[in-house]
């Protein structure tokens, strides 16, 4: 039998072995971050909790990704104008749960039925992004504009609106 000294030595010495596991650390797959970061493509891919704070990702494709936690606060996810067309950036059937995209511009962005449950979107720019059956349950639209975007079947539930403009222009403020 194990002294209770011994026991917390023990304890400790688990708990430092997990904290220091390779898997601990990060929760994202380095690799596709690293190939994102050159091709701009991400499909099916695993991003959860990936910092992308401040990125330009115009025109990225994010379809079925797993961007759960990820911090995309002040990225730029808007149009990319291209020689012979415009790349909209695409995260239809994406996971972004709990995603920080707080101040980011998502303008024409694809949303189409995302999971955005929990999602800070304070300040972001949806102006004219497609957000049909995106689940928006629970996320934070403090200061977004979603002037033009269409909210088609998209699921509200306890979102918080406060100077939030809507679609049709009009200001929602019924979470202040």
């Known amino acids: ?22 898997w601990a650390a990060v929760a994202f797959d380095a690799a596709k971050f690293e190939d994102f970061k050159t091709t701009n ?11 992308m704070a401040g990125r330009d990702m115009r025109g990225a494709d994010f379809q079925n990704a797993n961007l ?21 950036t695409n995260f239809e059937d994406a996971n972004l749960r709990r995603a920080d995209l707080s101040g980011a511009n998502l ?6 039925n995302a ?9 972001a720019d949806l102006s ?3 957000l049909s059956k995106a689940n928006l349950k629970g996320a934070v639209l403090t200061g977004a504009n979603l ?11 306890e979102a918080k609106f406060c100077k939030t403009i809507m679609p049709d222009g009009a200001v929602n403020n019924s979470g202040c």
Do not use: I
């Open 1 to 22: 039998m194990l002294s209770k000294a011994s026991s917390r030595q023990a304890a400790v010495c688990m708990s430092s072995l997990l904290l220091a596991w390779p």
């Open 41 to 51: 493509v991400c499909k099916y891919c695993d991003l959860t909790d990936a910092p």
């Open 68 to 88: 759960s936690g990820a911090v995309m606060r002040l990225a730029n996810m808007g149009e990319r104008p291209m020689e012979k067309r415009t790349l909209l």
């Open 107 to 112: 303008h024409l962005a694809n949303f189409s």
């Open 115 to 123: 999971y955005l449950r929990e999602a800070n979107l304070t300040g």
């Open 128 to 130: 004219d992004a497609v």
């Open 147 to 157: 002037k033009g975007a269409k909210l088609d079947e998209a699921k509200l539930d």
